[in-house]
């Protein structure tokens, strides 16, 4: 299958994973439906979409690109759930968010935040958007929700992921991707990064 095919079966893959229109997808995405929707109809192949729109699918819906809903990523393929915010690179927060990440962190070093991406913590109440405070310093106990790195030591390729710590694994717990695979923490495949300590939601 062409590329280009793979992403409207994903794009339309998406809209009904979370029971939505193209539309609907498009502008709870901040994005002009027909930025969508005539990419979708479109079949000359002349028409593409940017990978910042299909950047802000996946950042609304949570679900990595070209990942199809229901399947489960290897280790070390693909984007990372979570990610460090980064102001020069990221989408500016608002300023009041800014203003309490720098009241929780105070004079604590190794207190950083973290984009959350996806909806592997929403039974948690974690959801995509979301900014989580993390404290590198602190050891994990059972029930924290935690940053990891899963590292596929066949490639070297790592991502990382949010979960709750259940010793010895991390664990999802999402009504919307439903269960996956324990990952045990082996601190050379599964290493823990850092300890949630705080969850800010920018949106109202």
């Not at 300023?95 to 009241?103: E, R």
């Not at 105070?106 to 207190?111: K, P």
């Amino acid at each position: 299958m062409s590329e280009q095919h793979d992403t409207k079966e994903w794009i339309r893959a998406v809209a009904r994973y979370m029971n939505l229109s193209l539309s609907d997808l498009a502008l709870n995405s901040k994005l002009a439906a027909s930025t969508v929707t005539r990419y979708i109809n479109d079949r000359s192949g002349k028409l593409t979409i940017t990978d910042r729109s299909l950047d802000a699918i996946s950042a609304y819906t949570g679900i990595p690109k070209n990942v199809f809903p229901g399947q489960r990523r290897l280790p070390g393929f693909g984007q990372s759930e979570a990610v460090p915010y980064d102001a020069n690179q990221d989408e500016r927060l608002p300023d009041w968010v800014i203003a309490a990440i720098d009241a929780h962190r105070g004079n604590r070093n190794g207190v950083e935040p973290w984009l959350m991406k996806s909806w592997a913590l929403d039974l948690l109440g974690i959801l995509p958007g979301d900014v989580v405070l993390v404290d590198q310093n602190l050891r994990p106990k059972a029930g924290d929700v935690v940053i990891a790195q899963l590292t596929d030591l066949a490639t070297g390729k790592t991502e990382a992921v949010m979960r709750r710590f259940d010793p010895p694994f991390i664990m999802t717990h999402s009504a919307k991707i439903g269960a996956s695979k324990p990952e045990q923490v082996d601190d050379e495949r599964v290493v823990i990064l850092g300890v949630e300590c705080g969850v800010i939601r920018p949106r109202h």
